[in-house]
T-cell receptor
Framework: QKEVEQDPGPLSVPEGAIVSLNCTYSNSAFQYFMWYRQYSRKGPELLMYTYSSGNKEDGRFTAQVDKSSKYISLFIRDSQPSDSATYLC???????FGAGTRLTVKP | DVKVTQSSRYLVKRTGEKVFLECVQDMDHENMFWYRQDPGLGLRLIYF???????EKGDIPEGYSVSREKKERFSLILESASTNQTSMYLC???????????FGNGTRLTVT
């Protein structure tokens, strides 16, 4: 079992939709998690990072961690075509990354 | 803003060549990392460094080596390039163990 699992998608939604991106992890020692957005032919860009358990909000983005089920989520409200990218999750140690979910937001 | 700069965006090399990929960060970060990214496999850690002259193997170090002679610079070396090393290479840095990673824009390496 991989330490971090992420559905690769692709995921396609209409503009304005609420998007839910998810990861599961197996190592209960992970405390902090990072979310990255990666546009085509670019490096990953840090969106936010969060401590295990609870929510963290930044504009249209909310990161959520459920430590009991080892499940982390990134919600995007009022999605825009500019949100079309691949989203990556990882524990803060940077040793393992999810495979990334490819998101397309259609105008 | 943190800036992580990778010296080349695109590189084409021949099988057997020695290849150097350079990465420089301008924020006095302690830790630096090299990953490769392949479709369907995601990011895989090659090597990382906690400090100058220190290096640790990641998940896939075979065929690679690294050098960190100065704090701001972390080099990835392909001793004898092979076609299966064709990939996107990403460098990242962070201030400390409890900080998030900041990535460069990657080097797309093609080995023919």
């Amino acid at each position: 079992q991989k330490e971090v699992e992420q559905d690769p998608g692709p995921l396609s939604v209409p503009e304005g939709a609420i998007v839910s991106l998810n990861c599961t992890y197996s190592n209960s020692a992970f405390q902090y998690f990072m979310w990255y957005r990666q546009y085509s032919r670019k490096g990953p860009e840090l969106l936010m990072y969060t401590y295990s358990s609870g929510n963290k909000e930044d504009g249209r983005f909310t990161a959520q961690v459920d430590k009991s089920s080892k499940y982390i989520s990134l919600f995007i409200r009022d999605s825009q075509p500019s949100d079309s990218a691949t989203y990556l999750c990882a524990p803060l140690d940077g040793m393992r990354f999810g495979a990334g979910t490819r998101l397309t937001v259609k105008p | 803003d943190v800036k992580v700069t990778q010296s080349s965006r695109y590189l084409v090399k021949r099988t057997g060549e020695k290849v150097f990929l350079e990465c420089v960060q301008d924020m006095d970060h302690e830790n630096m990392f090299w990953y490769r990214q392949d479709p369907g496999l995601g990011l895989r850690l090659i090597y990382f460094s906690y400090d100058v002259k220190m290096k640790e193997k990641g998940d896939i170090p075979e065929g690679y080596s690294v050098s960190r002679e100065k704090k701001e610079r972390f080099s990835l070396i392909l001793e004898s390039a092979s076609t299966n090393q064709t990939s996107m290479y990403l460098c990242a840095s962070r201030r400390s163990n409890n900080s998030p990673l900041h990535f460069g824009n990657g080097t797309r390496l093609t080995v023919t």
